[in-house]
RNA sequence: GCGCUUGUAGCUCAGCCGGAUAGAGCAUCGGCCUUCUAAGCCGAGGGUCGCAGGUUCGAGUCCUGCCAAGCGCGCCA
């Protein structure tokens, strides 16, 4: 939480530094009224030190104007005042300024401002201009940031809840792309430990079965289909070439779970029977074929879902180049490090983690933690600036000691942004799914794209704030009925093209250059309100890319698809009045370019017809 | 027990670094298709913003305590 909050100060700070380049009528205001603050500073009105932030809100109410500011009650203290005379000095101190045509003090002291809707037209000419880059800024001015996400064991296919880190994931990046972020998204693959031993073991396992063999296979193993496809194809290329007798494989390794043993012991004796009989190149073989299937299968599932990585970076990498020795000796050379009980520990707790934690086993064996270190080591060195890790909520436990390891390693620990994504409960209907990916019973993102598809899933992935615990009902969302909100959306766009089509049929033109000299023509309420939408979007997106919010686009979206629709309703735009359809025409046709840009941004499409 | 996250309408959730009368979707009820797609629109009902204090001109929003839920507290990853 202190990250975010660090993260919006640096968000106003660029916003100000920019905000001369930014035809903003928020932003124009802002600077109006830090004009009339300066003006009651130096006539001693406001006292010298008075560095007011300028708050300015859209009305909610129409009767307020466009536009509110509090600055007259935030001030009122400091300049020794009553409120609503403070801001009849403020409003009198006011620059004048030709979009702005009335100012008025309300309620306890509130500054409104309202705009001049012949200015606000000017948004319609903009949006054509700008077209598919119209809401795209510079506010990130090329700071390199990383963004890793799902970053998923390679130990079986995707399953729904890793669906919201790829869609949350992949629209916070692409949105820090959107304004102006240098952004690299990254999957790290944690294709060493453990877990990788018991995928590669328990493809051997079935393999043997390929081979004909009748064994009691692990509680503890992948029991998934896939495993099965694996080991098949390997059966198919290599035969019986690495078979081994059941009475081999299984004398002397402790019972399993089921067989009134312990699992997580029987299935380690097996890993270790597996590496023995096959030997280092042939256990490779089994491991190499199931860490292949299965990251060929995640990198076609997410591109398939429109997540694109710039790079895959593998934890085995870190092994093979020492990375993770010298990122403890790193942490060794500022004493960081010391020995207990035969391991090694990095004395976390110094820096802020609840308790020490060990990155060297007493049997020599890295810990997970000591290559998470030599991966961040690795990304500050790459010399990124910022650092943003999308991990499952279940994990946030583990963000005191990464960000322990990069003070330790020297570097600013607030360069790195760990954003939690929350997947509490997995419903089909009334039911509730019980997910685990050992015993095969899941269902796969797969699953989910080709029930729902792509452009529902997404939405309804990012539909809400990241780290809220959610209800995903697979019932809902494989609905194709008008509760899945992603149609609403999409029909508004296909409502537009739909107009569009129908003026051929309706015998009547267009003339573009004749509509944007009409647009003063826009006078009903409808219209109004779409014009004032139509202006928030580069706004709403800002906001949304440095929040790391998607959310706050959706809403966007809906709201400006429910001012479409409530217009459509109430007004025809196909008219005999020809400068009035053709201003109308041009609106909706922002309207519908908006909704795309956004859909885009959101990798959902935007169809012509529904 | 300690820590993190969350608690807003019947359900799922918004609520813009504190601001004017707390919003949306779904569900319920009532209207609107001979006119550009009714996957839509208009309207109604529905609230002790978990509870109790505190901060101040003003608190759903900030602070403290309590209650409840989820998650985490490994020489697992």
């Not at 949006?127 to 890793?148: C, I, M, N, P, Y």
Request: proline letters at 3%; aromatic letters at 10%; glycine letters at 8%.
């Amino acid at each position: 939480m202190d990250n975010r909050v660090i993260l919006i100060d640096n968000a106003q700070i660029i916003f100000r530094f920019f905000y001369p380049f930014l035809p903003v009528m928020k932003k124009k205001l802002e600077v109006l009224l830090r004009q009339a603050v300066d003006t009651l500073k130096s006539d001693g009105t406001l006292p010298q030190d008075a560095d007011p932030v300028i708050n300015i809100e859209h009305s909610r109410d129409p009767a307020h104007g466009d536009f509110a500011s509090n600055l007259a009650l935030m001030l009122a203290k400091a300049a020794k005042s009553n409120p609503r005379q403070l801001a009849e000095k403020i409003t009198a101190a006011l620059p004048g300024d030709d979009a702005v045509i009335k100012v008025e003090i309300a309620g306890p002291g509130f500054i409104n401002f309202f705009i001049d809707p012949n200015g606000q037209y000017e948004i319609i000419r903009t949006v054509h201009d700008r077209g598919s880059e119209f809401g795209l800024s510079k506010t990130g001015a090329g700071k390199r940031v990383q963004v890793e996400f799902v970053s998923a064991n390679p130990t079986g296919p995707l399953h729904v809840g890793h669906g919201r880190g790829a869609a949350y994931g992949s629209v916070v990046a692409d949105l820090l792309e959107a304004v102006g972020f240098d952004v690299h998204r990254e999957y790290y693959v944690n294709d060493a430990g453990r877990q990788m031993d018991i995928l590669a073991t328990s493809i051997w396992l079935r393999y043997l079965e390929d081979c004909g063999e009748v064994l009691h296979f692990p509680c503890n193993g992948y029991r998934g289909e896939y495993v099965r496809d694996i080991s098949s194809a390997v059966h198919r290329a290599s035969g019986d070439a690495f078979r081994f007798p059941v009475q081999t494989v299984f004398e002397d390794i402790p019972p399993d779970e089921t067989q009134g043993g312990d699992k997580e012991i029987h299935i380690d004796a097996l890993i270790a029977r597996a590496k023995t009989l096959l030997g280092g190149a042939h256990y490779e073989h089994f491991f190499q074929a199931g860490l292949n299937d299965i990251l060929d299968d995640i990198r076609d599932d997410l591109r398939e879902f429109g997540v694109e990585y710039q790079e895959w970076f593998s934890e085995r990498s870190l092994m093979a180049d020492d990375s993770v020795a010298k990122a403890l000796d790193r942490l060794r050379a500022g004493g960081h490090l010391y020995e207990k009980d035969g391991a090694v520990w990095f004395a976390s707790s110094r820096l802020g983690d609840e308790k020490d934690r060990v990155v060297q086993r007493e049997n020599g064996q890295y810990t997970y933690f000591a290559s998470d270190i030599a991966y961040h080591m690795n990304k500050l060195d790459r010399g990124f600036e910022e650092l943003i890790n999308i991990w499952g909520a279940d994990h946030h436990g583990y963000i005191p000691r990464v960000k322990a390891a990069m003070t330790a390693l020297g570097a600013d620990a607030d360069k790195l942004k760990v954003l939690l994504v929350q997947f509490a409960t997995l419903y089909r209907g009334e039911e509730k799914v019980q997910m685990s990916t050992r015993s095969g019973e899941f269902v796969t993102l797969r699953q989910l794209r080709n029930e729902v598809g792509r452009d529902a899933a997404r939405f309804f992935y990012v539909l809400r704030r990241s780290e809220q615990h959610m209800d995903f009902d697979l019932k809902l969302a494989t609905s194709r009925t008008n509760e899945n909100p992603v149609f609403y959306v999409q029909y508004a766009h296909a409502r537009v093209c739909s107009v569009f089509r129908q003026l051929d049929e309706k015998g009547l033109d267009r003339d573009l250059g004749l509509g944007m000299e009409s647009l003063g023509l826009l006078k009903e309420e409808h219209e109004l309100n779409l014009v004032g939408r139509l202006s928030r979007y580069p706004e709403t997106l800002e906001r949304a890319a440095l929040q790391h919010e998607p959310h706050q686009l959706i809403l966007y979206l809906r709201e400006l698809a429910n001012d479409f629709h409530a217009y459509y309703n109430a007004h025809q735009f196909l008219v005999e009045d020809a400068p009035l359809r053709n201003a109308r025409l041009n609106l909706i046709a922002a309207v519908r370019q908006v909704l795309a840009n956004g859909l885009g941004l959101l990798k959902i499409t935007s169809p012509e017809t529904m």
